[in-house]
């Protein structure tokens, strides 16, 4: 069983730029969510997707959006970074929403913004 | 607003010794509560989920409970090993009018051999 897989590991940015994280699910779940963790931190909420449809946001503005393929892979775009965009973030996938099933977590891509 | 708040927020231990993380929070119509280990550069592991019907989880030499009236939740680690130290996550969700999983800032756990 393959588990959750994040590309790229680590990445560099500057302000203003736009980045692509990618992540792909663990096989068999249909549902991804996305986190952002910054240092001491526990991770908060950006949105999930289930079956390639937005289900759930947290308190993340516009420019943070995300894509859900048939595959169920998943990408989180950020547009015009900030500093404060710096952080780990997390993927994780799930069976049919995490109502009743745990997430499964990927280790996740470190995010540098120069 | 909800919250989620563990303490303590670091906590050094010899080897052997029983330990509770402690977890608390607001608003007590929760969907269910979960724990998880983050080791560092790593990604979170799931350890318990505990269902808001429910009052405790048990996995090996850990035991999480939960007590819902009070906003309350601890996990207990039985002799605890150095293998055990860790970071300890709690994440509360609510399903209320939308889909709300937050986190606590977690305990880091020293075990010292």
């Known amino acids: 069983e393959t588990g959750v897989t994040q590309s790229p590991t680590h990445l560099i940015k500057t302000r203003g730029q736009q980045v692509t994280l990618r992540c792909s699910s663990q096989?068999?779940?249909?549902?991804v969510s996305w986190y952002q963790q910054a240092l001491g931190q526990g991770p908060q909420f950006i949105f999930q997707y289930y079956r390639e449809e937005e289900n759930g946001r947290g308190n993340f503005p516009p420019r943070f959006s995300g894509l859900q393929f048939p595959n169920y892979s998943s990408e989180l775009n950020v547009n015009a970074l900030e500093l404060d965009d710096s952080a780990l973030y997390l993927c994780?996938?799930?069976?049919?929403?995490?109502?009743?099933?745990?997430?499964?977590f990927g280790d996740g891509t470190r995010l540098s913004i120069l | 607003k909800q919250e989620v708040t563990q303490i303590p927020a670091a906590l050094s231990v010899p080897e052997g010794e029983n330990l509770v993380l402690n977890c608390s929070f607001t608003?007590?119509?929760?969907?269910?509560l979960q724990w998880f280990r983050q080791d560092p550069g790593k990604g979170l592991t799931s350890l318990l989920l505990?269902?808001?019907?429910?009052r405790e989880q048990t996995s090996g030499r850990l035991n999480a409970s939960l007590d819902k009236s009070s906003g309350r939740s601890t996990l207990y680690i039985a002799a605890s090993q150095p293998g055990d130290s860790a970071t300890y996550l709690c994440?509360?969700?609510?399903?209320?009018?939308?889909?709300?999983?937050?986190f606590g800032s977690g305990t880091r756990l020293l075990v010292r051999p």
């Open positions: 096989s068999g779940h249909n549902t």
């Open positions: 994780a996938s799930s069976i049919q929403g995490i109502g009743n099933q745990p997430q499964h």
């Open positions: 505990i269902q808001s019907s429910q």
């Open positions: 994440a509360v969700l609510w399903m209320d009018s939308s889909y709300k999983l937050i």
């Open positions: 608003d007590s119509a929760i969907y269910n």
